[in-house]
């Protein structure tokens, strides 16, 4: 049996398994069992690795209007707060937090376009936050690395579509540990994301 590390890039997977389920909400359940759909035989789950950032949920003014937004009141906050809490309490699951910082505001691709085409002025609606996530590959990397210098498992199967990843596949090829990559039929997968694998896995699901 070949001791296994599952490591999901949390914010690809949502966005795989929302189209996996036709667009209904992903639940902890899903990615819980879709992550252990990912073993094959004569693997034995060391443990689920969940990488994401926890939701934004500060209060900043809007810059068109000035009014104070509280991220925190939002549905989008609380189904993924709730996501996470229930996730963190799934058996044999280990939740990395990275951050989500407020880096400004942007305008809607369709605001420009309805903007351009009837020289409307622009409206509170057409802005939205534009917030980057921080934190996260350095977290995926430095586990992996971790996994292999320290000899925890014999194989690492990773769910991402992140070519940032490569020099720490690298590193835990040298160290003797297997690569396994599931992209979940994602198309726009760089070549050289693939060459350091050792497996191409496909997974259905559900």
Known sequence: MKKTAVLLDLGFVLYK????????????????????????????????????????GETRAHPLTGSPLDFSATSTYEGMAKLIRELELKNGVAFRAGDLSLDGWRIKKSAVTDIAQTKRTLEEDDLVPDLKQKGVDMKIGL????????????????????????????????EGVQIVLVTMGHRLIKRELKVHADELRSVDYP
């Not at 899903?30 to 994401?52: D, K, M, P, Q, S």
């Not at 199967?157 to 720490?168: N, Q, R, Y």
């Open 17 to 56: 398994l929302r189209g996996a389920l036709g667009g209904k909400p992903v639940s902890a359940d899903n990615i819980h069992h879709f992550a252990r759909e990912c073993l094959v035989n004569g693997e034995e789950l060391f443990r689920i690795y969940c990488y994401h950032c926890k939701p934004y």
């Open 143 to 174: 586990d992996v690395a971790w996994l292999a210098s320290k000899s925890i498992v014999e194989r690492i199967v990773l769910e991402t579509s992140d070519s940032d990843f490569i020099p720490a596949m690298k590193f835990a090829r040298r």
